[in-house]
T-cell receptor
C-alpha cells in the first residue's frame, strides 16, 4: 500500500525566502505525482504535475522535482510571498488498476510573513 | 485550467436526513470523477470512484448504501449522504479527471457538511 509522507508538517518563513517542501513515497511504481495548494476551507488548486518519466516541472516561481528511485519529490518555491501561505499537498497516482486514484500526503502548512 | 464546481458549498442538516452534493465539470467532459472527504487538519481520503454510466467503485470501509453516487452524465456526478449523522460531518471534495491531457485531476471547491 502506497504511503505518502510530507516534511515538514509546518513551515514559517519571512517573505522573500526560497524554500523547499518535501514529499516521500514508499512505492516507486507510480504513474504521476501532483502538487496541490489548499487554502483554508477551500478546495485544491493543482500546481504542478510530473509524469513518472519526467524529472522536473516548472511553473513561474515553482519547481517540482521527482526522483522515483529514491521515492522523493520536492517542491521549490522561489522568493516566497505572503500570498503563498497555504497548505501544500502532494499526491501520487499509482496507475495500473488504481489508475486515477490519488494517495495524498498529510500536507505542509506554509506561512510566509511580511 | 479546467473548472470543477460543487453545490452547495455549505449545508447544515438534521440528523437522519439525506443530503445531495453535486459535482460538475464546467468546461470539459469527465468520464471519471472522484469523491474525497477531509476531516479537520487531515488530508484527503478517497471515498469512491465515479464512472459515467456505470456503478461507482467504493474504497474499503466506505458504505455504498450510505454514500450513494450517481454519474448520470459526462459533466455531473452526485453524492448523496443518506440518513446523515453527526459523524458524517466533514468536508467533501470531488475531482474530475481530464482524460487525454496528462490525465490531470481538477478539484472542486468542496462542500462543508454539518449534521446536527
Amino acid at each position: 500500500k502506497q504511503e505518502v509522507t510530507q516534511i515538514p508538517a509546518a513551515l514559517s518563513v519571512p517573505e522573500g525566502e526560497n524554500l523547499v517542501l518535501n514529499c516521500s513515497f514508499t512505492d516507486s511504481a507510480i504513474y504521476n505525482l501532483q502538487w496541490f495548494r489548499q487554502d483554508p476551507g477551500k478546495g485544491l488548486t493543482s500546481l504542478l504535475l510530473i509524469q513518472s518519466s519526467q524529472r522536473e516541472q516548472t511553473s513561474g516561481r515553482l519547481n517540482a522535482s521527482l526522483d522515483k528511485s529514491s521515492g522523493r519529490s520536492t517542491l521549490y518555491i522561489a522568493a516566497s510571498q505572503p500570498g503563498d501561505s497555504a497548505t501544500y499537498l502532494c499526491a501520487i497516482n499509482a496507475g495500473g488498476t488504481s489508475y486515477g486514484k490519488l494517495t495524498f500526503g498529510q500536507g505542509t502548512i506554509l506561512t510566509v510573513h511580511p | 485550467g479546467a473548472v470543477v464546481s460543487q453545490h452547495p458549498s455549505r449545508v447544515i442538516c438534521k440528523s437522519g436526513t439525506s443530503v445531495k452534493i453535486e459535482c460538475r465539470s464546467l468546461d470539459f467532459q469527465a468520464t471519471t470523477m472522484f469523491w474525497y472527504r477531509q476531516f479537520p487538519k487531515k488530508s484527503l481520503m478517497l471515498m469512491a470512484t465515479s464512472n459515467e454510466g456505470s456503478k461507482a467503485t467504493y474504497e474499503q470501509g466506505v458504505e455504498k448504501d450510505k454514500f450513494l453516487i450517481n454519474h448520470a452524465s459526462l459533466t455531473l456526478s452526485t453524492l448523496t449522504v443518506t440518513s446523515a449523522h453527526p459523524e458524517d460531518s466533514s468536508f467533501y471534495i470531488c475531482s474530475a479527471r481530464l482524460a487525454g491531457k496528462s490525465n490531470e485531476q481538477f478539484f472542486g471547491p468542496g462542500t462543508r457538511l454539518t449534521v446536527l
